[in-house]
């Protein structure tokens, strides 16, 4: 699975990287940043399910 952000219509609400801290983090002005490759381990599919479902913009995106 692959894990994206569109850099668009993310607003900087930072829920991604509280849900899913191992596979987001922030940049200098708050927005959503993809860790890595955007690969999602295995033991992180539902961290990252949380992460699409909490973000108010719908500006995460998980793929097969």
């Known amino acids: 699975m692959k894990i994206t952000i569109d850099e ?3 607003t900087g609400h ?3 990287v509280v849900v899913a801290p191992s596979l987001f983090t ?14 999602v381990p295995a ?4 961290a990252a399910r949380s992460a ?13």
Not at 26 to 37: A, F, K, L, N, S
Not at 43 to 46: E, P
């Open 8 to 10: 668009s219509r993310c």
């Open 14 to 16: 930072a829920r991604c």
């Open 26 to 39: 922030d940049d200098e002005r708050g927005y959503g940043v993809v860790i890595g490759d955007g690969d």
């Open 43 to 46: 033991d992180q599919v539902a």
């Open 52 to 64: 699409v479902n909490s973000c108010p913009e719908q500006a995460i995106s998980l793929s097969e």
